[in-house]
């Protein structure tokens, strides 16, 4: 049988939220010292106008919504994606290797 494509259950929100701080902590690219396979995450991204950019990736802010709803963070962390630290989070090496599925869908790159 094949895996699961959504093995926590995680919803529309929550996975556009984690395809973000995955890509987030790509680019930050900080290894969290006590979560192994984790990374550090000490900034969030903030719009201007209708998107925002992560690296060379445009984002439109309707698809990050979930980076400011605390309900989004609290499910991230029950189900074992996320820790959050004062000042910064942790995505967990389970967030790190979860495949949303959404990372060509919502991170935008232009042609040049």
């Known amino acids: 049988m094949p895996p699961k494509k959504n093995p926590l ?12 701080l995955q890509e987030i902590a790509r680019l930050e690219n900080a290894p969290a010292e006590d979560e192994e396979g984790g990374f550090q995450i000490t900034s969030l991204p903030h719009a ?29 962390e029950r189900k074992g994606i996320v820790k959050r630290t004062p000042g910064a989070a942790i995505l967990t090496a389970t ?7 959404l990372r060509d869908q919502i991170l ?5």
Do not use: M
């Not at 605390?70 to 991230?76: E, N, P, S």
């Not at 967030?95 to 599925?101: C, H, K, M």
């Not at 935008?108 to 040049?112: A, L, P, Y």
């Open 9 to 20: 259950n995680l919803n529309p929100l929550q996975l556009r939220t984690l395809t973000l």
């Open 95 to 101: 967030g790190v290797a979860y495949e949303t599925g």
């Open 108 to 112: 935008h790159h232009s042609d040049h």
């Open 48 to 76: 201007h106008g209708n998107h925002f950019h992560l690296g060379h990736a445009v984002v439109a802010a309707k698809d990050a919504t979930g980076l400011q709803n605390d309900a989004v963070w609290t499910i991230l």
